[in-house]
């Protein structure tokens, strides 16, 4: 079970919500503590757990409540789009040079997999349709060109070499032209791995990169070595520019600290991930996909989403029946100003309406000038008034009183007036209900 520890982890911090009704900013320290610890023992680095827990627990203060949704649930969905969001959010596409070939440029220290990832990738291109070429760049162990050999004959795909007396930028060199050569679309450059980062092999990559000009320079990484994989990242990006990371041996007992920490520590995303020995084990990186494993709930995930969706849904609707209808008299008007300047939640309501577009901060802060001026004039309105608007339209006595009693003008009373008429209009226009859609004119 992939990360099997972190998700139990995880599994403890629900359980702390069971029976609470909200989420609220003392029931969650327990959660978020359990949460904390998980992610630690996972082997992620600290600074991102502490990013994480501080992200998580402002959203979970301030979520709201949806119906039907539990807390325990409502803090799942929130761990879910931060753990994605801290992976990458998207998915991060290989990326192919504009001419042929494209140039992957693969660097890693020794035993992390790079030379089956050389094979894996070359079959996974293949896939997708693109011939390419392995070049053979690792020249301090024979036995990594053999089996990039063996491996690039598995695949059927054709493997560059010039022995070990060859300067890797020299081998780099003949390999891309060959490459062009043939018509190759992508080439694939093995490099020499050491068991621990040192300045020759810095300086020969260095060499490697400037020779070939690769448009992807990829650090390949081992999963079971958790934070450290996203500290190498960033090590490799500051030395010698790198575009991104393929994830190994994820098919292990990993705890997951270097899925997710080498996007937040190294600013570089995880491209690729090696998933078993096969051939056929290398897929994207997908944050998503990752954050649903990790958490192992996609049920309730996508039932949080649901009823989040039905709300928003709801409120659209129900304020949707109000303005439209010919009923819609002062209070629903006030009540709709009011909640056009409480924004916030408002916007997206709004934006849901056909017609009506998203509201800017400017908007919104001329509602609520506006909204304190209409309140005073809706206030000194009668009960009968505010549900019969008529009533205002007909008579200029009502309307010299309510400017009185409210001490705004006469006009500001009959803008005020002509304003929920034209709503009504504006509103039956439309839902295409044409009948009835005269503003009325003002009784002077
Ligand atoms: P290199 O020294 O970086 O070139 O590493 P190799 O490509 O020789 O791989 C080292 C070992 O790890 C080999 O036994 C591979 O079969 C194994 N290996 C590579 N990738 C994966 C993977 O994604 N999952 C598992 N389980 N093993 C892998």
């Given amino acids: 079970e992939m990360f099997g520890q972190l998700t139990s982890g995880l ?12 989420l609220t900013k003392e029931n969650i320290v327990e959660p978020m503590r359990e949460i904390r610890r998980a992610l630690l023992e996972a082997d992620v680095s600290l600074p991102v757990v502490r990013r994480f827990v501080q992200a998580v627990s402002d959203q979970a203060v301030g979520v709201g409540v949806t ?5 325990d649930q409502q803090l799942v969905k929130i761990v879910n789009d931060e753990l994605v969001k801290l992976m990458g959010g998207e998915v991060s596409e290989l990326v192919f040079a504009k001419s042929a070939p494209t140039v992957i440029l693969l660097a890693g220290l020794q035993g992390v997999g790079k030379t089956t990832v050389c094979a894996k990738l070359a079959y996974y291109l293949k896939k997708q349709g693109k011939s390419s070429m ?60 050491r068991l621990q980062i040192d300045k020759g092999m810095m300086d020969e990559l260095k060499e490697v990169k400037r020779v070939l000009n690769p448009t992807e320079v990829l650090l390949v ?16 990006n500051l030395e010698i520019g790198i575009t991104g990371a393929i994830l ?3 098919d292990g007992d990993s705890r997951g600290g270097a899925a997710l920490s080498v996007k937040e520590v190294s600013g570089k995303p995880i491209k690729l991930v090696g998933r078993g020995e096969r051939m056929e084990d290398l897929e994207p990186f997908y944050p998503d996909r990752m954050a649903g494993r990790i958490l192992g709930m996609g049920d309730v995930l996508s039932f949080v989403e649901k009823a989040q969706e039905v709300m928003r849904q709801e409120d659209a609707e129900e304020l949707q029946k109000k303005i439209m209808s010919a ?17 916030g939640s408002m916007t997206r309501v709004l934006g849901m309406i056909p017609g009506m577009g998203k509201v800017t901060p400017a908007q919104i802060r001329e509602a609520e000038k506006s909204l304190k001026i ?5 206030e000194a309105m009668t009960p009968e008034e505010k549900e019969q608007p008529e ?4 008579s200029v006595t009502r309307r010299k009183r309510i400017a009185q009693e409210s001490g705004k003008t006469e006009q500001q009373v009959s803008q005020l007036v002509a304003q929920l008429f034209q709503m009504r209009v504006r509103m039956k226009n439309l839902m295409g209900v044409m009948e009835g859609g005269s503003i009325p004119a003002l009784n002077n």
């Fill in 11 to 22: 599994e403890s911090a629900w359980n702390k919500l069971k029976g609470e009704e909200v």
């Fill in 67 to 71: 119906r039907g949704v539990k807390p």
């Fill in 134 to 193: 392995l070049i053979a760049g690792d020249v301090y162990r024979p036995a990594a060109i053999d089996q990039l050999v063996i491996l690039g004959d598995q695949v059927k795909v054709p493997v560059y070499t010039a022995g070990t007396d060859t300067k890797p930028s020299e081998i780099a060199r003949q390999g891309l032209a060959e490459a062009k050569k043939k018509n190759i679309d992508v080439v694939i450059m093995d490099t020499a791995g």
């Fill in 221 to 236: 990484v081992d999963a079971m070595t958790g934070q450290e994989a996203a500290a190498l990242v960033t090590t490799f």
């Fill in 248 to 250: 190994t041996k994820l």
């Fill in 327 to 343: 009923k819609f008299d002062f209070n629903d008007f006030l009540k709709q100003t009011r909640a056009v300047a409480r924004m």
């Fill in 374 to 378: 209409m309140e005073a004039m809706i």
């Fill in 391 to 394: 009533l205002l339209a007909e």
